[in-house]
């Protein structure tokens, strides 16, 4: 029987999606016996590579600057992750985007 492994491409800047990817990591290998490996876009300092095999990525909701409402506010998670996924036809091996965060700030 050949080994599955999911890759798991994901950004966490406070670390709490980087927590929940390795609490995510321990119940696929316990419950399903299915490896997996983790990219943290972070790590990779804006650098791309290629994905040779399916993957699903998850990100936080997170703004820098503004106040979550109007103008002022940038996005500093979701385009490096874009930029990855956009990069060498990895979009062609994503079969999803998990977005994570919380909605209770601002109005």
């Not at 590579?49 to 909701?61: D, E, K, M, R, W």
């Amino acid at each position: 029987m050949t080994e599955k492994t999911l890759t798991i491409v994901y950004i966490s800047l406070s670390g709490n999606v980087q927590s929940f990817v390795k609490r995510l990591e321990e119940y696929l290998q316990n419950h399903y016996q299915l490896s997996s490996k983790a990219i943290n876009i972070k790590d990779l300092n804006h650098e791309t590579s290629p994905v040779a095999s399916p993957f699903v990525a998850i990100l936080p909701t997170y703004l820098e600057g503004g106040n979550g409402i109007d103008s002022g506010d940038v996005e500093i998670l979701t385009t490096p992750l874009g930029d990855f996924i956009a990069a060498h036809d990895n979009d062609k091996q994503c079969f999803g985007i998990i977005g994570s965060g919380n909605r209770n700030f601002n109005e």
